[in-house]
């Protein structure tokens, strides 16, 4: 497992941009999938993306074209850059980590991951 420590969270009007970012502890970043997860008031935690450690991508749909999530191995940290934020894209947003995992498809739950942050409140308003 690795330490997780999520930034970047904030109020923005909707139509802004935010980036967060998530920086992991060790020195085997390269091995591990990222993952990105939010979750609103009163709603279950939910999949928003994942960059596999082979550098492919997975996002929900309601984020797609929108959000754009990557890593930087060399400052172990992943990054999701959010455009076009939505009053329904608040949350607390948390990153997730499992070494080795490949997020294809749908198969993209929570219980893929073994390591979480703290997570990071994200407001749009309207």
């Known amino acids: 497992q690795v330490q997780l420590v999520e930034s970047g969270g904030g109020l923005v009007q909707a139509g802004g941009s935010l980036r967060l970012s998530c920086a992991a502890s060790?020195?085997?970043?390269?091995?591990?999938?990222m993952g990105w997860f939010r979750q609103a008031p009163g709603k279950e935690r939910e999949f928003v993306a994942a960059?596999?450690?082979?550098?492919?991508?997975n996002y929900v749909d309601s984020v797609k074209g929108r959000f754009t999530i990557s890593r930087d191995n060399a400052k172990n940290t992943v990054y999701l850059q959010m455009n076009s934020l939505k009053p329904e894209d608040t949350a607390v947003y948390y990153c997730?980590?499992?070494?080795?995992?490949?997020?294809?498809?749908?198969?993209?739950?929570?219980?893929?991951?073994?390591?979480w942050g703290q997570g990071t409140q994200v407001t749009v308003s309207s």
């Open positions: 960059i596999n450690w082979n550098g492919g991508t």
């Open positions: 060790g020195r085997t970043f390269s091995t591990y999938t």
């Open positions: 997730a980590a499992r070494k080795w995992l490949v997020v294809r498809g749908t198969d993209r739950g929570e219980a893929n991951f073994d390591s």
